[in-house]
């Protein structure tokens, strides 16, 4: 059954403390339009400068996430993204004061609470998914870190944790379905033993960092004078210890809350991969660091699989993401000069266009016009303006702007196009939109032969 993508019903706000830096932060969630994505933008710094939640612009891992897009650094957004993702949200802008996320209690409760109060309204496009057709493997046998992911209908996680230690032994977690995260997952929160705590602290990598936003397990007896010292650090009255060896008394919402915040780490972190996922992941000993290894496994085989090659077969009757007269509000593009009949599908970094190529083309009359073929520059200009339809829906007011070329490269003519022929342009991007510069590969097809070929470079400009 095919589902449409969904936003927020309205902007909603949070505020806390960022764990690492200690700075204030206010967090803002807005809906966003079709095909949009996750995008953060800064409002504290002088700059339009919007950063995707895309497993490229991944820049640290060390204690946290952190993407980093012109210059423009964001941190700590793997919770935030486990509660886009939890709350089957497509597109969101997410606007911050500050550089990075707040942390609150340690969980992505609070943001699910924040979204869930404004609701979700459905949109008009389809949704996406990426459907795995094969394992894909990553190990790290240093960290004993093994993830894999099986083909499957729908999105699962499956997480086993070992610390080897007395006060967290090992433990299991699984989500079989992404409704299940609400309720027994978004509330789970981070933790930490004391011995990573105390380095932090003295190295002074947790300004924000307070006892009631990470579950602390305390692997070493600890003196009087001890948990004096960090009650002063925390600004806490008193800090104790329960027999399970937990630090001030906190309890466990799940016996497995540990396993199963590392499964929400895990949400969070393969939601940069761009799109759903239908597969069964399984993690043993997962980090940050072994997420986006395999975010960055999963996003190139997602690559392998969405371009296709000669004998790849698009279905033509499905219902258009635009149809003509959508195209026309957002390419400046007028007939003799519009090229596209309808745009397919739109992904955060491929499109697909579609051109039927008639006899009534205006420049049939002086091509060839006892013979028509369709002009090369013609088939390059339909394949830019499909680009041009993915460069655009990455602005929130596409009206206001406009593609012009920089760059055409690698440009191959395979096969003559002729009346009577559809052909369908398979646009990818080569990496991110950076300064509003785009760079893509695109392949026109009929039926299921390549008929041209070129890499593109394109600008976004304002009108």
């Known amino acids: 059954m095919s589902e449409k993508q969904r936003t927020i019903k309205s902007p909603v706000s949070i505020s806390g403390v960022g764990l690492h830096t200690g ?94 109060s404004v609701g979700v309204v459905e949109q008009k496009a389809l949704r996406n998914y990426f459907e795995l057709n094969s394992n894909i493997t990553y190990v790290n046998p240093e960290k004993k870190v093994e993830m894999i992911a099986i083909p499957s209908k729908d999105f699962r996680v499956s997480v086993m944790i070992d610390y080897e230690s007395k006060v967290l032994q090992s433990q299991n977690a699984t989500l079989n379905s992404i409704k299940q995260f609400r309720d027994d997952f978004s509330s789970c929160r981070t933790f930490v033993f004391l011995h990573e705590l105390e380095y932090l602290l003295n190295n002074n990598l947790i300004k924000g960092g307070d006892v009631s ?8 007896i600890i003196s009087r004078k001890e948990l004096d010292h960090l009650a002063h650090l925390f600004k806490k009255p008193k800090i104790e210890v ?103 599908e739109i992904g955060k970094d491929y499109v697909v266009g579609v051109k039927n190529v008639t006899m009534n083309e205006s420049f049939f009359v002086g091509h060839f016009p006892d013979e028509p073929v369709m002009p090369g520059v013609i088939q390059i200009e339909a394949m830019a ?60 097809y009929v039926g299921n032969k390549i008929v041209m070929e070129a890499e593109m470079m394109a600008q976004i400009q304002r009108k």
Do not use: C, W
């Open 213 to 220: 936003n990470a579950i602390v397990f305390v692997d070493r």
């Open 23 to 116: 700075n204030d932060v206010t967090i803002t969630f807005k809906p966003a339009p079709d095909n949009y994505g996750f995008k953060f933008r800064r409002t504290d710094l002088n700059s339009s400068t919007l950063v995707d939640a895309d497993v490229d612009n991944v820049v640290d891992t060390s204690r946290g996430t952190s993407l980093e897009q012109d210059g423009i650094r964001i941190d700590t957004v793997e919770h935030v993204l486990a509660s886009l993702t939890g709350m089957e949200i497509d597109n969101a802008l997410i606007e911050m004061n500050q550089s990075e996320t707040p942390i609150l209690d340690g969980s992505a409760r609070f943001y699910v609470e924040a979204i869930k």
């Open 385 to 444: 303006q499909s680009g041009g339809i993915l460069a655009l829906s990455t602005v929130d007011d596409p009206q206001n702007y406009t593609t012009l070329f920089v760059k055409i490269e690698n440009v191959r003519f395979r096969q003559k196009v002729v009346p009577g022929d559809t052909i369908v342009f398979f646009n990818q991007l080569n990496g991110p939109i950076r300064r509003g510069l785009i760079s893509m590969k695109g392949l026109a």
């Open 242 to 344: 329960l027999r399970e060896g937990i630090l001030n008394n906190l309890e466990l919402q799940f016996p497995n809350e540990p396993a199963r915040h590392k499964l929400l780490d895990i949400i969070g972190d393969l939601t940069l991969v761009g799109m759903p996922i239908r597969a069964h992941i399984i993690a043993t000993r997962p980090g940050h660091y072994s997420n986006i290894q395999f975010a960055r496994m999963i996003k190139k085989q997602m690559k392998r699989e969405k371009q296709p090659e000669g004998g790849h077969k698009f279905d033509l009757n499905k219902t258009p993401v635009y149809n003509i007269n959508q195209i026309k509000n957002i390419l400046p593009h007028r007939p003799p000069f519009l090229f596209i009949d309808k745009i397919l």
